[in-house]
C-alpha cells in the first residue's frame, strides 16, 4: 500500500547537531527506517548526518560518527532535527550562520520534522515564526521568551501543521513519527512499526503532554479495565455513566483518575478511538461507510463524515481511495 504522490523510497535526513538527545537520534531509523509496505519493500531510506561528516557529542556522555555529512541534506524530502542539550539555540535563540542557511535551504522543499527541544533549533533559523508548534513543557517559558513569534502550545504531544511538524518529549517523538506512517502510508503500515517496537499504535497529538499518575498505586483501582472494555465495545453507544459504572467509580471519581492516567477526558479519548477504528475499517475492508460509521460508533456516515473532516480534511471516501484505491460502495 503506498500514498499517492509519494516515492517509492522517500528521503529522511536526521541532522545530528553538536549534544544532540541520545535518545532521539535514533528514532527516525527505527521507526521510519524500518516501515515495509505490503511486499516488504522499504518505504524510507534514514540517513544520518553531522554537519562535517565527524562526530559529534551526544547528551549520553558519548560520541556518534554518522556516515554522512549535511551535503545530503540537500536530497532530503524529510528533514528531522532530533532534541539538543543544551547549545546556542537554547540559551541565546542564535544558530551558526551554516546551521540557519541550511535548514533555510532544506525549508524550501523538504517537509521539517523537530523532536522535543529540536523544536529550538527550527525556532532559531526562523522557520517557525508565526506558526504553531510546540516542545517539552519544561522549556515553556525559556521558549516564548527566546521565541516569542512562535504560536507555542506547551500541552500538547506534536503539532502538525503541514510542512512543519513539532514534538515534545521522547515518547512524544515516537508518537509523532507514527502519525507520520499513518499521513504517509495508512493505519496498517504504522501499526505494524508500532507493534515491532511493542509501543502504543495511536496517541492523539492533542492529548495533554503532562500525565499525572500513568500508572495507578499500589492498590489503587484504575481505568485501564474499562479502557480495555469500551474499546471492544466501541459500536456501541457507550456513556460516561457506562464507563464509570463498570469501573466502580461515581462519575466525578472516574472523569478525574481518568485524566490523571491517560492525559485527556473519556469523551475525547473515546473520539479518537472510534476514529481510529474508522480509519482502519475504510482502509482494510469495502463496508459502505454507513456501516462504517455503525461499527465505530458515529452512528451515521454524516457523523462519521464531520468528525474525519475536522481530524484530516478529508471525506471518508476521500480518505478510502487515497489508501486503498477506488471501491464499489457509495454513500
Known sequence: MRTRGLPDRHEVVVLALPDVTAFEIGLAPRFLGTAVDDDGR???????????GGPVRTSGGYSVLPEHDASIVATAQTLVVPAVHGGPAMTDGTLPAEVTALLRRAAGSARLVSLCTGAFVLAAAGLLDGRPATTHWMYTERFRRLYPAV???????????????????????????????????????????ARRSVVAPWREGGQSQFVERPVPQDGATG??????????????????????????????????????????????????????????????????????????GFGTAASLRGQLRASIGVSPLTYRRTYRGPVAHSM
Open 151 to 193: 504560536r507555542l502550545d506547551p500541552d500538547v504531544l506534536f503539532v502538525d501543521d503541514g510542512d512543519v511538524l513539532t514534538s515534545a518529549g521522547n515518547a512524544a517523538g515516537i508518537d509523532l513519527l507514527l502519525h507520520l506512517l499513518r499521513r504517509d502510508h495508512g493505519t496498517e503500515v504504522a501499526n505494524r512499526v
Open 223 to 296: 481505568t485501564a479495565a474499562t479502557r480495555a472494555w469500551a474499546v471492544e465495545r466501541l459500536g456501541d453507544p457507550l456513556t460516561l455513566a457506562e464507563l464509570a459504572a463498570h469501573a466502580r467509580m461515581s462519575v466525578r471519581t472516574f472523569t478525574r483518575r481518568f485524566r490523571d492516567e491517560t492525559g485527556t477526558s473519556p469523551q475525547q479519548w473515546l473520539a479518537a478511538q472510534r476514529l481510529a477504528l474508522a480509519r482502519q475499517l475504510l482502509e482494510s475492508t469495502d463496508h459502505p461507510v454507513d456501516r462504517v460509521a455503525a461499527d465505530a
Open 42 to 52: 522499504r518505504l524510507y531510506r534514514v540517513r544520518v548526518a553531522t554537519l562535517d
